[in-house]
């Protein structure tokens, strides 16, 4: 059975609604993941918009590393956590019909 995470971290910086701690969850968890849930590093994909060094956490780029573990099959375990915050401070450009949606 394969193991595989996909952990998103938010932190809008330069935004108006910066956040200062999205990425530093992502971490905690892929500290937890790989040090006590067996998840091999190679098997954690980490995207955070605050180093150039990773992929930006966009919806194109979770499409592009969620869609492909889900077709892997059954009997595997997936763990995704977007790690973001602040919906209530982000800017909205009318109502919102259900929380986390613009």
Request: glycine share 10%.
């Amino acid at each position: 059975m394969a193991k595989r995470a996909l952990l998103c971290g938010c932190n809008y910086p330069g935004s108006q609604h910066a956040l200062n701690g999205c990425v530093n969850d992502v971490r905690a968890m892929q500290k937890m993941l790989t040090q006590h849930l067996g998840f091999a590093d190679t098997d954690v994909t980490i995207l955070i918009d605050t180093d150039s060094n990773y992929e930006q956490p966009t919806g194109a780029n979770v499409k592009v590393y969620l869609v492909p573990v889900l077709q892997r099959g059954a009997g595997n375990v997936l763990h995704s956590q977007p790690l973001t915050a602040g919906f209530d401070q982000c800017p909205v450009s009318g109502p919102r019909s259900s929380p986390g949606t613009y």
